[in-house]
């Protein structure tokens, strides 16, 4: 496969920032109340099957089921979460697929087998983490080649191996997958390394797996998320912690995270220390922002990034960083960058944030002309939107965001124009959808049922 281009790269993850401006009118005319569906899609019809409601016209397929044997011979691991799709050769899409297991995980769940019997297929060298007197940890990756023309899987093999609750990670402009761990585990009796890195996969369709190598510059934490810019001169990562903070990373070389760089974090210019997370009784105050707010952001460089202690957020923080709770889901957008909090608001049942970086981000020079952190969504009581979490961008400019809160989890679907809608509903479970992601084309909306293990690709008449 050949490497993609910035102009490629925006066309599989852009949407404007000004396309979002809608979101303003949406939230002060109470319009992030639940509804219907009736300004989006439609209203959604029952599936059948008992998996997951569409709105009319739209219809999904299954096309990977936990425990099914790959072509490595291994099983399809259970906990799908973070994903993304990279063009393949013709209708063909690669997607790189997290599963959130770790050293604990009932072995049936994970890609070996229930008493591990597969095991011996693997080289335990190509393992980030094989254990110590134990099993090994069996978090990783998976790739699915997926022809979009029959409707088929070509082929699915494991992908990286090894490593701890990947949760979910972000795609970048020269064709890899990064992957994230949410855990920071020290090693101990089980464990033979110290966890909580972030690992690139490439986006490759021949079978195998990637070198295990921790990305140590990008930090120790409990990562979620990250989102690169489409000149790959920044990374942004989230956290998910309820006192999390936003961290970016500068590569000291663009498109090789490996060699290093520098850590930083978010923080308001003049208001050091801010609380973002609205975490108030709105009766008694007003809140700390409000949505269509906007922000001045500086950078603070972090040392000792390789947090032996789990400590980086604290430290941040005392340092003037803002707060974030359980920065979650994000994705490029042409111009800015879009991330979900999990449990911010007064309501702790989500924000969504949009990030619009310096002319000059990355270089001295932006402090003459800042970036912008704006708040579009603070979920309200009964909002049609609860805990975001992962999110996606499409190629017309729809943010499309997953669900993880009590059961009657979906997805949420936002135009451009501000409108707020249900575009799909779990109804197989109450699990949370994950790892939404577009076919390069915009053909094919790919999301996961995390607890059920399965990975569904939806096509239908799209509004482009």
């Known amino acids: 496969m050949t490497?993609?281009?910035?102009?490629?790269?925006?066309?599989?993850?852009?949407?404007?920032?000004?396309?979002?401006?809608?979101?303003?009118?949406?939230a002060g005319s109470d319009r992030l109340g639940f509804t219907t569906a009736e300004d989006g899609y439609g209203k959604l019809i029952p599936d059948p099957a008992g998996v997951l409601d569409l709105p009319a016209g739209f219809s999904h397929r299954i096309i990977s089921r936990w425990g099914e044997e790959m072509d490595d011979g291994l099983l399809v691991p259970n906990l799908h979460d973070g994903m993304a799709a990279f063009q393949g050769k013709g209708d063909r899409v690669v997607l790189v697929r997290n599963h959130e297991l770790g050293i604990d995980t009932d072995p049936s769940h994970g890609a070996f087998g229930s008493n591990f019997e597969r095991l011996g297929r693997i080289d335990p060298d190509s393992f980030f983490d094989f254990g110590r007197d134990g099993p090994p940890v069996l978090g990783g990756t998976t790739t699915v080649v997926y022809d979009q023309r029959t409707g088929e899987v070509v082929s699915h093999f494991l992908s990286l191996a090894g490593t701890g609750r990947n949760?979910?990670?972000?795609?970048?402009p020269w064709n890899t997958w990064v992957t994230c761990e949410e855990w920071t585990q020290r090693s101990n009796a089980r464990c033979a390394v110290d966890h909580g890195w972030c690992f690139e996969v490439p986006a490759s369709t021949k079978p195998g797996l990637a070198t295990p190598r921790p990305l140590t510059g990008l930090g120790r934490f409990n990562h979620e998320a990250i989102a690169v810019a489409p000149d790959g001169?920044?990374?942004?990562?989230?956290?998910?912690?309820?006192?999390?903070?936003?961290?970016?990373?500068?590569?000291?070389?663009?498109?090789r995270l490996a060699d290093g760089g520098r850590l930083q974090a978010l923080m308001i210019r003049d208001r050091p220390s801010i609380d973002l997370r609205n975490w108030i009784d709105p009766a008694l105050e007003s809140p700390i922002v409000r949505p269509g707010e906007q922000l001045a952001v500086s950078w603070i460089d972090l040392d000792d990034v390789e947090s032996p202690e789990d400590d980086l957020r604290f430290r941040a923080f005392d340092a003037g960083a803002a707060r974030f709770a359980r920065g979650e889901g994000m994705w490029t957008g042409r111009d800015a960058i879009k991330f979900a909090c999990t449990t911010g608001g007064s309501q702790r049942i989500g924000q969504i944030w949009n990030y619009q970086p310096s002319p000059a981000e990355g270089t001295p020079e932006e402090t003459d002309s800042p970036a912008l952190l704006e708040l579009s969504i603070e979920a309200t009581e009964g909002g049609i939107i609860e805990n975001a979490d992962n999110l996606t961008i499409a190629p017309w400019g729809d943010l499309i965001v997953c669900e993880d809160g009590p059961p009657g989890n979906g997805l949420v679907?936002?135009?451009?124009?501000?409108?707020?809608?249900?575009?799909?509903?779990?109804?197989?479970?109450?699990?949370?959808?994950a790892g939404a992601c577009f076919s390069p084309d915009g053909r094919t909306l790919f999301v996961n049922?995390?607890?059920?293990?399965?990975t569904l690709a939806i096509n239908g008449p799209w509004k482009a």
């Open 449 to 454: 049922i995390q607890h059920q293990g399965l």
């Open 3 to 26: 490497p993609v281009d910035r102009r490629s790269f925006l066309l599989l993850a852009a949407a404007t920032t000004g396309g979002f401006m809608g979101l303003h009118r949406a």
């Open 233 to 255: 001169r920044c990374v942004y990562l989230t956290e998910d912690r309820n006192d999390g903070v936003l961290y970016r990373f500068i590569p000291n070389q663009p498109g």
């Open 167 to 172: 949760c979910a990670g972000g795609m970048t």
């Open 413 to 433: 679907r936002i135009s451009p124009d501000g409108t707020v809608s249900r575009f799909a509903l779990n109804r197989v479970s109450g699990s949370e959808l």
